[in-house]
């Protein structure tokens, strides 16, 4: 190693006493930037670090350094982290992704190596720039999630569309029925177009985000949009708990979850027959967590649990997940018992 190789390392190290003006200049210069850069010794000792690296990873100012690097770091990127240095060491840049946690905040870390050398190539010792990507991280999971969020719900349009036809056949039975008992078989037609027309008002609570409102223009009354969603099964429902309003946002989830238990019930549960009943009931706990339970009730006997789930419940189910939530479902005998939990309804 050349004397000049000797020269500059010390600088850089703060080891040359002959070197301090230059050193307290480039700390200064280290010190403006907001990313966090770190000096490493080929085995993984931190000896050195701007202002900024120190705030992320809690090390005082004025240590005297020397401490191994990696431990600094959480345990999750220590795998990464263990490469990415023995890369450094052996002569190549590397890079990886990190994480601090900030005054109770998580910042996520682009992390590039790089070895310093001498004229034959010898790691002195290893440059470290960590930048923070907290922000463009963020938005790329928020993006990702949302990108999922619309493509479940364009397959769950789709399966809906078919399902449109099957919940028609029923109501124009159910339409049917109801004309026969009040004995006036020619008021069918317009009941079958008010079960209709208040489906239509659910799919547009459900899709477009503006079938109802309540004072408060960021929330929607719980109680209204469950009435809107299954309006159209008239008596045969019972909605019943306490006062709450939920956010724009969560209105789609719960109306999709509601509509395709009602679909369902349709076809196999409690609205299949004329003696059958849901009742749904909701409770908002702290943090506008909501717990929503549907009760089916006289329809056909539930003698064994589903094998699997269909097409419907499992996409609602991808649905409720996608916001934080969960669902829970009993097969009960005399009847389905579904349990929806949003944390932050």
């Known amino acids: 190693m050349s004397n000049a190789d000797n020269i500059d390392l010390d600088i850089m190290l703060g080891t040359d006493p002959d070197g301090a003006e230059v050193q307290l200049s480039s700390k200064a210069m280290l010190d403006a930037t907001s990313d966090c850069i770190k000096i490493l010794s080929v085995d993984g000792k931190l000896l050195s670090m701007n202002r900024a690296g120190c705030l992320a990873l809690g090390v005082p100012e004025d240590s005297k350094f020397g401490m191994p690097w990696l431990p600094l770091l959480p345990a999750a990127v220590h795998e990464s982290g263990q490469a990415a240095l023995g890369n450094a060491a052996s002569g190549r840049s590397a890079r990886f992704q990190g994480q601090s946690v900030s005054e109770g905040m ?5 992390n590039l190596l790089t070895p310093v050398t001498d004229s034959s190539g010898r790691v002195l010792s290893i440059v470290c720039v960590s930048r923070d990507v907290t922000a463009n991280t963020t938005l790329k999971r928020e993006l ?39 004995d006036a078989p020619e008021i069918a037609t317009e009941i079958l177009r008010d079960k209709l027309r208040a489906l239509s008002r659910a799919s547009e609570a459900g ?3 503006s079938g109802i409102h309540n004072v408060d223009e960021a929330k929607v009354d719980l109680g209204s949009l469950v009435d809107a969603v299954l309006r159209p099964y008239g008596n045969r429902y019972r909605g019943g708990g306490s006062e709450a309003s939920v956010s724009q946002g969560n209105l789609t989830t719960i109306a999709l979850f509601l509509h395709e238990l009602a679909t369902n019930s349709v076809k196999y549960g409690a609205f299949s027959m004329d003696g059958g009943h849901v009742a749904v009931d909701w409770s908002m706990g702290g943090n506008q967590a909501l717990d ?40 009960s005998q005399s009847g389905l018992i579904a349990e929806m939990h949003l944390p932050n309804a």
């Open 106 to 110: 998580v910042r996520y870390w682009d």
């Open 292 to 331: 929503l339970i549907w009760a089916e009730s006289g329809g056909p006997p539930i003698q064994v649990s589903p094998r699997k789930q269909g097409f419907g419940n499992e996409m609602v189910d991808r649905i409720v997940r996608s916001v934080g939530g969960k669902v829970a479902r009993i097969w």
């Open 144 to 182: 990702e999630n949302a990108i999922m969020r619309e493509k479940l719900l364009s397959l769950e349009m789709q399966h809906r569309v078919k399902n449109v036809f099957a919940i028609v056949g029923e109501l124009i039975s159910m339409s049917v029925e109801e004309a026969a008992q009040e």
């Open 207 to 209: 899709f477009s985000l």
